[in-house]
């Protein structure tokens, strides 16, 4: 396999040449991740490449089908979030969010520890400077927090890397022994996937950046994490519940909400705990659905926020109390909206009523009747708040006299393209069922199936009729997870900076040891140059660079 052949690069010149290239110039740049889609979707079964970095011989990239369908989903994606950007959007967005793409394409075909840390560190990077192009001070303020955060992780999972190669563990990624190294990667892991209680920096951070910002955020670093604990944590228990509450504890929240992009943000955490349930489960029709998932996830919930960004575009508000009466003054946005919508609520001929079903129907296969229920239950909060509230709330009502401007041909040719795809994938599943790693049989579209959707979501709707009066926004602050994590600050800060020094060193110490050892057995390497390394390197300066310009 030959490096040509990774779909990062693409991603990584596009984002090079965002710090030269003028406004003007830079749909162009879409160049790249055409290229970079049909790089991932030919990547061959078994396919590896290897080569040194810094006298360590790496796994640069090893392909199989589930890598392929995280790399063929991530660089498109990438793509259409580069087009709802636009040439309107700033130098520091192009080069941020095609380099976290291409971050997470090194996630994602990593076959080594090693570089999947290194693309893990560099879009930690490049999602910072994502955050801080909303270019208020809370936006600036979030993006510190959620790089403490980020990095805290780093460190964590670079430890779990030193403990495990240095106690004779394979530096090639995959399942992990039960180990003291193995809760730091599931530390790591848990972090980036917003498992709770270390989720509050998703809904910190993300609605605090650009519109655009937020489109490329809501798709790496969760979905790398579910890839991540694909990998190393498969049939592992304690994920079923864990996602299991992820699914309600998000939905909850959701519904309190009152700042749209937060809300949204809120049903990260909760499609994403779907995903994590199915790791746990880890039988093949659950892997199978965590992987379809977090496909038809990444697009539904991008489309989401496309219109949710739309909507603060035009109308420079995002709290639901400050909206109301858009319908006619923005049908196109309401209308792709409500496709995105109804498809996390599980709507039939959408792509999530194809994918959330084959993990609901992984629980009832394994005999599992509360994770069943449970999951089933998380869906009504989902279309209550995501399909009901904030479209009648925003869209709805006679107006709350705010001034409507123009939305940008590039978001709504990004929303139509990526509602398409919800539709498509959603009408016919056996092109998203191709892409999976195990051969499945399973059918989505029976009556009795259809039948209980259309029935559960005609309920919901009828609740919400009795009930929006008690759902209208208000405009108040939901305090999350964070409290704890606030009060416990100064106390760590205080007593455990020593202990901390401590472990440093013994991390020191260990990673010279690790890094003296081959990462386990691999084809011979190429010989050729390999530059992802100084690639990666050379695009974080960048970003940094535009970033703090």
Same mark, same amino acid.
């Given at each position: 396999?030959?490096?040509?052949?990774?779909?990062?690069?693409?991603?990584?010149?596009?984002?090079?040449?965002?710090?030269?290239?003028?406004?003007?110039?830079?749909? $162009?740049?879409?160049? #790249?991740?055409?290229?970079?889609?049909?790089?991932?979707?030919?990547?061959?079964?078994?396919?590896?490449?290897? #080569?040194? &970095?810094?006298?360590?011989?790496?796994?640069?990239?090893?392909?199989?089908?589930?890598?392929?369908?995280?790399?063929?989903?991530?660089?498109?994606?990438?793509?259409?979030?580069? *087009?709802?950007?636009?040439?309107?959007?700033?130098?520091?967005?192009? =080069?941020?969010?095609?380099?976290?793409?291409?971050?997470?394409? !090194?996630?994602?075909?990593?076959?080594?520890?090693?570089?999947?840390?290194?693309?893990?560190?560099? *879009?930690?990077?490049?999602?910072?400077?994502? &955050?801080?192009?909303?270019?208020?001070?809370?936006?600036?303020?979030?993006?510190?927090?959620?790089?403490?955060?980020?990095?805290?992780?780093?460190?964590?999972?670079?430890?779990?890397?030193?403990?495990?190669?240095?106690?004779?563990?394979?530096?090639?990624?995959?399942?992990?022994?039960?180990? +003291?190294?193995?809760?730091?990667?599931?530390?790591?892991?848990?972090?980036?996937?917003?498992?709770?209680?270390?989720?509050?920096?998703?809904?910190?951070?993300?609605?605090?950046?650009?519109?655009?910002?937020?489109?490329?955020?809501?798709?790496?670093?969760?979905?790398?994490?579910?890839?991540?604990?694909?990998?190393?944590?498969?049939?592992?228990?304690?994920?079923?519940?864990?996602?299991?509450?992820?699914? %309600?504890?998000?939905?909850?929240?959701?519904?309190?909400?009152?700042?749209?992009?937060?809300?949204?943000?809120?049903?990260?955490?909760?499609?994403?705990?779907?995903?994590?349930?199915?790791?746990?489960? #880890?039988?093949? *029709?659950?892997?199978?659905?965590?992987?379809?998932?977090?496909?038809?996830?990444?697009?539904?919930?991008?489309?989401?926020?496309?219109?949710? #960004?739309?909507?603060?575009?035009?109308?420079?508000?995002? @709290?639901?109390?400050?909206?109301?009466?858009?319908?006619?003054?923005?049908?196109?946005?309401?209308?792709?909206?409500?496709?995105?919508?109804?498809?996390?609520? +599980?709507?039939?001929?959408?792509?999530?009523? !194809?994918? @959330?079903?084959?993990?609901?129907?992984?629980?009832?296969?394994?005999?599992?009747?509360?994770?069943?229920?449970?999951?089933?239950?998380?869906?009504?909060?989902?279309?209550?708040?995501?399909?009901? @509230?904030?479209?009648?709330?925003?869209?709805?009502?006679?107006?709350?006299?705010?001034?409507?401007?123009?939305?940008?041909?590039?978001?709504?040719?990004?929303?139509?393209?990526?509602?398409?795809?919800?539709?498509?994938?959603?009408?016919?599943?056996? /092109?998203?069922?191709? /892409?999976?790693?195990?051969?499945?049989?399973?059918?989505?579209?029976?009556?009795?199936?259809? %039948?209980?959707?259309?029935?559960?979501?005609?309920?919901?709707?009828?609740?919400?009729?009795?009930?929006?009066?008690?759902?209208?926004? @208000?405009?108040? =602050?939901?305090?999350?997870?964070?409290?704890?994590?606030?009060?416990?600050?100064?106390?760590?800060?205080?007593?455990?900076?020593?202990?901390?020094?401590?472990?440093?060193?013994?991390?020191?110490?260990?990673?010279? &040891?690790?890094?003296?050892?081959?990462?386990?057995?691999?084809?011979?390497?190429?010989?050729?140059?390999?530059?992802?390394? !100084?690639?990666?390197?050379? $695009?974080?300066?960048?970003?940094?660079?535009?970033?703090?310009?």
């Amino acid at each position: 396999m030959s490096e040509w052949a990774h779909p990062a690069w693409p991603y990584l010149a596009a984002a090079l040449l965002a710090l030269v290239l003028p406004a003007r110039a830079r749909p $162009a740049l879409l160049a #790249g991740p055409a290229l970079a889609v049909g790089l991932a979707w030919s990547l061959p079964d078994g396919g590896t490449l290897t #080569g040194r &970095v810094m006298g360590v011989e790496l796994a640069l990239a090893r392909a199989d089908a589930l890598s392929r369908m995280f790399a063929i989903v991530f660089a498109l994606f990438g793509g259409l979030a580069g *087009l709802y950007a636009g040439p309107g959007a700033g130098r520091r967005l192009h =080069v941020a969010g095609f380099a976290a793409t291409a971050a997470g394409l !090194v996630i994602v075909l990593a076959g080594d520890w090693i570089t999947l840390y290194l693309g893990w560190e560099a *879009l930690a990077i490049a999602s910072f400077a994502i &955050v801080t192009d909303g270019g208020t001070p809370r936006a600036w303020q979030a993006a510190y927090r959620y790089l403490l955060v980020h990095f805290a992780g780093d460190a964590l999972l670079l430890a779990g890397i030193a403990w495990h190669l240095a106690t004779g563990g394979s530096g090639l990624v995959g399942a992990l022994p039960a180990d +003291g190294a193995r809760l730091l990667f599931l530390v790591a892991f848990a972090i980036n996937a917003a498992i709770p209680p270390v989720h509050a920096w998703l809904t910190d951070a993300y609605p605090e950046s650009s519109p655009a910002g937020t489109v490329f955020l809501s798709a790496f670093a969760t979905k790398a994490a579910v890839y991540a604990l694909a990998r190393a944590f498969p049939g592992w228990e304690p994920l079923v519940w864990a996602g299991v509450g992820m699914t %309600l504890y998000g939905v909850v929240f959701a519904v309190l909400e009152n700042d749209i992009r937060r809300l949204l943000g809120y049903h990260i955490v909760s499609q994403v705990g779907y995903m994590v349930a199915g790791v746990g489960l #880890g039988t093949l *029709l659950s892997l199978n659905g965590t992987a379809a998932h977090a496909f038809a996830h990444i697009l539904y919930k991008g489309l989401l926020l496309m219109g949710a #960004g739309a909507v603060v575009h035009a109308t420079g508000r995002r @709290k639901l109390s400050e909206l109301g009466g858009l319908a006619g003054a923005m049908p196109a946005v309401l209308a792709l909206y409500m496709v995105g919508a109804l498809s996390i609520s +599980g709507a039939p001929l959408l792509n999530g009523f !194809v994918s @959330k079903s084959l993990i609901v129907a992984a629980a009832e296969a394994e005999h599992r009747p509360v994770v069943y229920t449970l999951l089933v239950l998380a869906s009504v909060g989902t279309f209550l708040s995501v399909g009901l @509230k904030l479209p009648w709330l925003a869209f709805g009502g006679t107006g709350s006299g705010a001034s409507v401007r123009a939305v940008p041909r590039a978001m709504l040719v990004a929303m139509t393209l990526t509602g398409a795809l919800c539709v498509l994938t959603g009408v016919a599943p056996s /092109l998203l069922y191709v /892409l999976l790693p195990f051969p499945l049989t399973y059918e989505p579209y029976t009556a009795t199936h259809v %039948l209980e959707a259309l029935q559960g979501l005609t309920g919901i709707a009828l609740a919400f009729v009795l009930l929006r009066r008690q759902l209208v926004g @208000k405009p108040a =602050v939901a305090l999350d997870t964070d409290r704890l994590w606030r009060a416990g600050g100064a106390w760590v800060g205080g007593r455990l900076a020593p202990a901390i020094a401590r472990a440093a060193g013994a991390l020191e110490a260990a990673a010279d &040891v690790a890094v003296s050892r081959p990462v386990g057995p691999m084809p011979r390497a190429t010989g050729r140059p390999v530059g992802y390394a !100084v690639l990666l390197a050379v $695009a974080a300066v960048g970003i940094a660079l535009v970033a703090f310009r």
